[in-house]
C-alpha cells in the first residue's frame, strides 16, 4: 500500500454507510408500484381473487406500505450488502428529522382516524333517529363492526413499524405517499356530495371504507348491488 | 539548520503506528463509520486478508480498534470499530502533520 488519499477513503465509506443505513434502491421502486398498484385499485377496483378470498386481497392491498416496510429489508439484505454491513456514525440531525417525519405521519393518521370515528358516531345517531332502520340493526350491526374495526386498527397498523424500520428522510416520504391512497376512504368524511355518491354507486364489499355505517343498512347485504334486479 | 533539526525531530515523534500507510487507511476509514466488516475494510483499502489482519491486530494491541464477531444468519461477519484512543491518536496524528506541512494543510 503505497499513498493514502484519506479524503476519498472518507467520502467512500460515508457514502457507503449512508447507502448501508437506508436501503433504497430497488426497493424504492418497489415501494412506488405497490402505491401505484392500491392507487389504481381505489379508482377501479379489480377483483383477482373471487368470493371470500376478495376479503384477503382487500387486505393484501390495504396492508401494502405495512408489508413494505419487511420486503425492504429482506431486499436489502439480499441485494445490498455485497460489501458487507457498514454502520454509520449516527447523525442526531438526521435522526431528529426522522422522528419529526414520523410524528407527522402520526399526526395525519389521527386526525383522519378522528374523523373516521366521529364519522361513525354520527351515522350510528342517525340510524338510531330512524325507526325503519332501527329494527335491522341487530342484523347488520356485527359485519358494520367489523368493517369498523379496520378504520380503527389501520393507522396503528401503518404507524406501529415505521420509526423503526423507516431510515431516513426519503423513505419517510415515501412512506406517506403509499399511506395517501389508504386515506381516500376516509376523505369521503370531508365531502358530503362525494359521499351522497358514493351512498348510491360503490359497493359496500370493500373493509374499512364504510364511513357511514347507515349505508350498509339502507343498502343491504355488500352483494346486493352485483345481483340482477329481482334475484 | 535549527529549523531542520525541528523538523526531524517531529517526524520522529509521529505516531509509527497510525503512520504506517496500511494503518493510516484502515483507521481512516474506521473513523468515517461506527463499524466496519472486515469485506468492505479489504475492498477498500486494496489489502490482502493476511496483511489487514496483520495490520488489525497490530492497531487492536495498541488500543486503536476493537473487533466485533458476530454472525448474519449462520454467516459470522467480523467487524471493527475504532475506539477512543484510535480517534485521538488520528486527530493528534492530523494536527502533526499539518504543523510539518502547513501549506498542504491548507489545501
Redesign the interface.
Same mark, same amino acid.
Given at each position: 500500500?503505497?499513498? /493514502?488519499d484519506?479524503q476519498r @477513503? *472518507?467520502a467512500? %465509506?460515508?457514502n457507503? $454507510?449512508e447507502f448501508d443505513s437506508r436501503k433504497s434502491g430497488l426497493a424504492t421502486a418497489l415501494g412506488g408500484v405497490m402505491a401505484l398498484i392500491v392507487g389504481l385499485n381505489l379508482i377501479h377496483p379489480i377483483r383477482v381473487l373471487a368470493g371470500p378470498w376478495w376479503h384477503i386481497q382487500a387486505a393484501l392491498v390495504f396492508l401494502m406500505p405495512v408489508l413494505w416496510l419487511p420486503l425492504k429489508q429482506i431486499l436489502f439484505r439480499r441485494l445490498y450488502r455485497g460489501?458487507? &454491513?457498514?454502520? #454509520?456514525? &449516527?447523525d442526531l440531525a438526521q435522526e431528529r428529522a426522522k422522528w419529526r417525519w414520523s410524528f407527522s405521519i402520526a399526526m395525519v393518521l389521527m386526525t383522519f382516524q378522528t374523523l373516521a370515528l366521529l364519522g361513525f358516531v354520527s351515522g350510528f345517531a342517525g340510524v338510531l333517529r330512524q325507526p325503519e332502520t332501527i329494527r335491522l340493526l341487530s342484523t347488520r350491526l356485527p359485519g358494520v363492526w367489523q368493517s369498523w374495526l379496520w378504520v380503527a386498527a389501520l393507522p396503528w397498523l401503518y404507524l406501529v413499524l415505521a420509526p423503526w424500520w423507516i431510515k431516513g428522510v426519503e423513505e419517510a416520504r415515501a412512506y406517506l405517499i403509499s399511506l395517501g391512497p389508504k386515506l381516500n376512504p376516509h376523505s369521503v368524511l370531508l365531502h358530503p356530495r362525494r359521499r351522497e355518491r358514493q351512498q348510491g354507486n360503490q359497493g359496500l364489499d370493500d373493509p374499512g371504507l364504510h364511513a357511514d355505517p347507515t349505508r350498509r343498512l339502507r343498502l343491504g347485504h355488500p352483494h346486493d348491488s352485483e345481483r340482477p334486479a329481482g334475484a | 539548520m535549527r529549523k531542520n533539526e525541528n523538523f526531524s525531530k517531529a517526524i520522529l515523534d509521529l505516531d509509527r503506528m497510525v503512520h504506517e &500507510? $496500511?494503518r @493510516? #487507511?484502515i483507521l481512516? +476509514?474506521l #473513523?468515517? $463509520? *461506527? *463499524? /466496519? #466488516? =472486515? @469485506? =468492505?475494510l479489504q475492498?477498500? %483499502?486494496?489489502?490482502s486478508k493476511g496483511n489487514l489482519s496483520t495490520h488489525t491486530q497490530k492497531l487492536e494491541a495498541a488500543g486503536y480498534l476493537d473487533t466485533v464477531k458476530a454472525f448474519?444468519g449462520r454467516i459470522p +461477519?467480523t467487524?471493527f470499530r475504532i475506539t477512543e484512543d484510535g480517534r485521538l491518536a488520528l486527530k493528534a496524528y492530523h494536527k502533526q502533520l499539518r504543523a510539518l506541512l502547513p501549506e498542504e494543510g491548507k489545501r
Open positions: 500500500m503505497s499513498g /493514502v484519506i @477513503l *472518507e467512500l %465509506t460515508h457507503y $454507510a460489501l458487507g &454491513p457498514v454502520k #454509520a456514525i &449516527p | &500507510p $496500511a @493510516l #487507511a481512516t +476509514v #473513523a468515517s $463509520a *461506527e *463499524e /466496519v #466488516a =472486515f @469485506l =468492505f475492498r477498500i %483499502t486494496g489489502m448474519q +461477519v467487524s
